[in-house]
């Protein structure tokens, strides 16, 4: 019997993409070196800024998350720079990954996976280096749902060096609020396939004013992902290269969604997001990894144990439910599994999920007692509505 | 907040429309003279006899339900015919409203609203009536969700006289087993936008070697709706009259997926539904209409009461989470309100359903308890997992 016909991904990244999006996406194509893209450029760069917390130019780059790391790491730094990492997790680690491919003096910070980042850690980590170039950090850390405290984390930086500081929200920014100007990031990077509920191809980069300084005086080898290319053509409304149209379409909708549903509408959603799925795993019985001071809104890890089977899980849920949930990354392969709640999740499908978590573990032979996953997010729902 | 973005229509008929039909729609349009429409129409009319239960030919007409209905009455009567009409809700009546416009000598059985007829009451009511050419009658009773037992009441109607037997299939086909060279029907109809998971805009009329007879001998005055038309181009995989195309290619995928899922695994899906339904229902305190017995699988009406306000519900579900029921129709407006389940509906969707429902009485200021409707409807549920 087909108990659910579409797949419902509730992977922390791709996430579902609205109908309208999809339409958008659509639409003729168009070259990129006409007036129709230069005039869809300047808007999507524009209305990027107020979701990046900005006054400074937002980039579009066509490329993964992981070519938006490159590029903050290429453009910032010189072989030999010391940089900090603080590692929270598999993204974290691959920041410092870059920075070593990248010939730089790594000092990595590394955390228990599973918890954030204290200030007061990363206060006593940087008093000794005073020779920093940048420190590289995590916002949302994807592998673990850890939301790191960057504002606190980028004073300590300030207070200490005139490193800069550079963050990945890849899986914050359009789900949680990213404060670039107001808490003195200097690169803030990020990617289209999370909260901004469009296909995996682009990457968003910002740059603030301190850090192009540092940009321009560097002789940076990059060439796809030099930043100066893009900033040359950017005043034309133009990339240095092709850029991936289609998505840029569906970014113009996505933004026309966020604007319409109110940025504070949208933060909020993903936050009470967090909370019902928090609360009904734990009625399930379940074990979260992160406490709820180091909650992301956008991401919730759940832990396996002796008794309860989280790859299984995922397979049930995938098989019984066309219901797809992330596993764990790097050292946590096998011992987690994630359930993304960002982008285009309501908290109406969220219920649905939640729900069908719950069958999983019936089908699996736990013993759960019917509607409790309901019962419990939706206590968490009701204040709200 | 936004709770649920997307419209959640659950009324029954229309019905949401998969993407893959949405899609198959979406086709270049072609001319309805050309091989490639008859290779279509051939295709579909063939796939459609399973759904009916018939080995006879079952004709595509470009028209409403209502217009299915007429062409029933038109074709299988002249006007100063004796028929009776079987009346349990407004689909009932709108058979009877159409005899009489054409003049037939009407013979009313009233059922109230709500309840199945009895075939002893129909045994009853046609044995003084020796002259009656035909009986109208309704399988789903849309307007109430009442499911008519027509096996039985067409064995009563053939051990009583010649009238032919006409059943209006509109919410149940391709949601219900309908067996109509089993059941010796004469003449079924249905319509596109209900079990069918498509839009509005397509009849389906299958006729017995019988009722043709009937047909042949009368002279009809219909024009756009004479079924010997229909039969005449059949053969070349063509309508009379200019179809709706595109409809028609949503049919063709329709059949598809209905193939896939296998008949027998939709009808049990449709039977799982209405017992969800029913038990979320009484759960939450509410009245159900109809009994046990009389229930379709395909719709659920629950009654309003002086402790519960059906058109608030309506109102407060569309404003509040985008959830589409539908109202009473006919004597019954403002009495109740009523379920969709059919077509394109899931266990999945419907718990989802089942909860936005609980949240809407909690809207209201009814007194719920979190999660009610979840725990009865996934207890319905695990039986079948």
Chains 1, 2 share one sequence.
């Not at 995938?318 to 309501?346: E, P």
Request: hydrophobic share 40%.
């Amino acid at each position: 019997m087909i108990i659910n016909r579409s797949q419902i991904l509730r992977t922390p990244g791709p996430t579902p993409i609205p109908e309208s999006i999809q339409h958008a996406m659509s639409q003729p194509m168009i070259g990129h070196r006409g007036s129709a893209f230069s005039d869809l450029y300047k808007d999507v760069t524009r209305r990027l800024q107020p979701v990046f917390g900005t006054k400074q130019e937002v980039f579009v780059l066509t490329g993964s998350g992981t070519s938006a790391l490159e590029t903050a790491v290429v453009n910032s730094t010189q072989p030999g720079d010391e940089v900090a990492v603080i590692v929270t997790g598999a993204f974290g680690a691959r920041f410092a990954d870059i920075c070593e491919a990248f010939d730089l003096v790594v000092h990595r910070l590394d955390i228990e996976w599973g918890k954030a980042c204290d200030p007061e850690v990363l206060r006593q980590f940087i008093s000794s280096k005073s020779e920093l170039k940048a420190v590289f950090m995590t916002h949302c850390e994807t592998s673990t749902g850890v939301l790191n405290p960057i504002a606190q984390l980028a004073d300590v930086i300030h207070e200490a060096s005139d490193a800069l500081v550079v963050v990945d929200t890849v899986s914050s920014a359009a789900g949680v609020p990213v404060e670039m100007d107001r808490n003195s990031l200097d690169i803030v990077v990020s990617g289209s396939q999370k909260a901004f509920m469009l296909p995996p191809g682009l990457a968003f980069i910002a740059v603030s004013e301190r850090a192009w300084k540092v940009i321009k005086a560097n002789d940076t080898k990059a060439f796809y992902l030099n930043l100066a290319a893009y900033q040359k053509n950017h005043e034309k409304g133009m990339t240095p290269y092709t850029p991936a149209v289609s998505i840029i379409f569906g970014l113009q909708q996505a933004l026309t969604l966020l604007e319409s549903e109110g940025l504070d509408n949208v933060y909020q959603r993903h936050d009470l997001l967090k909370k019902m799925t928090r609360a009904a795993i734990q009625g399930l019985g379940l074990t979260l990894l992160t406490s709820d001071e180091d909650a992301s809104p956008t991401v919730t890890a759940i832990k396996a144990t002796n008794t309860f089977d989280s790859e299984g899980l995922r397979k049930t849920a995938s098989q019984s439910f066309n219901l797809v949930f992330a596993g764990g990354q790097g050292k946590l392969k096998g011992k987690l599994f994630r359930i993304g709640h960002m982008g285009a999740c309501t908290p109406a499908e969220l219920l649905q999920t939640l729900t069908l978590l719950e069958l999983s573990l019936y089908k699996m032979g736990y013993s759960i007692v019917p509607g409790t996953a309901a019962q419990k997010a939706e206590e968490v729902l009701i204040h709200d509505l």
